[in-house]
């Protein structure tokens, strides 16, 4: 019954190689988030959709694309993957209305090593 | 734009002492303050929220309270545990942002 869940937990390839993480929420909730957290530990946001629909890309490289085939579910998908590209990437939902108190809920994290 | 500082780590302090970690941020508009945390090997689980200011929030002994005449929301905690080392991250949501902006994290370790 885990809330945000995301696959896999670990991933290690190579540079150059193309590779997906999964998201899936079972909250209900329309709006879901990927973050990227850096070696630091520092934490930023990478995207957001709602509702299926991208609402921020916050200066991505175009190698990293967001899919949502529904609003339970938002996919990574990284293409031509670089060692910079090593980090823990953490899935988020939340229900949105109209304020800001809405409560973000992250996944465990994917943590992937570009060798 | 929307920024939130945290104090450096680690905090390294004995079991019973008393928690402070310092969060102060910048930001126009009304924005709503939370306090995450990351234990070794997790992910991020939320600790505690405020959404406007003089509120507090609370949960498992700890507590915030938003003060917005001096931009922050410092985190306490009255006897820490050895179980409370991790990670704590203070953020920030702005009014029409979907987006939570985080402080570098603070490590916090307690030693029995």
């Known amino acids: 019954d885990t809330a945000v869940s995301q696959t896999p937990k670990y991933l290690v390839t190579q540079m150059g190689n193309d590779k997906s993480i999964k998201c899936e929420q079972n909250l209900g909730h329309d709006t879901m988030y990927w973050y990227k957290q850096d070696s630091k530990k520092f934490l930023k946001i990478m995207f957001s959709y709602n509702n299926k629909e991208l609402i921020i890309n916050e200066t991505v490289p175009n190698r990293f694309s967001p899919k949502s085939p529904d609003k339970a579910h938002l996919n990574l998908h990284i293409n031509s993957l670089e060692l910079g590209d090593s980090a823990v990437y953490f899935c988020?939902?939340?229900?949105?209305?109209?304020?800001?108190?809405?409560?973000?809920?992250f996944g465990p994290g994917t943590r992937l090593l570009v060798l | 734009g929307d920024s939130v500082t945290q104090m450096e780590g680690p905090v390294t302090l004995s079991e019973e002492a008393f928690l402070t970690i310092n969060c102060t941020y910048t930001?126009?508009?009304?924005?709503?303050l939370f306090w995450y945390v990351q234990y070794p090997g997790e992910g991020l689980q939320l600790l505690l929220k405020a959404t406007k200011a003089d509120d507090k929030g609370s949960n498992k002994g700890f507590e915030a309270t938003y003060r917005k005449e001096t931009t922050s929301f410092h985190l306490e905690k009255g006897s820490v545990q050895v179980s409370d080392s991790a990670v704590y991250f203070c953020?920030?949501?702005?009014?029409?942002?979907?987006?939570?902006?985080f402080g570098t994290g603070t490590r916090l370790l307690v030693s029995p």
């Open positions: 988020a939902s939340s229900q949105e209305g109209t304020g800001v108190e809405e409560t973000q809920y």
């Open positions: 953020a920030l949501r702005n009014t029409g942002f979907q987006k939570l902006v």
């Open positions: 930001a126009t508009g009304y924005p709503s």
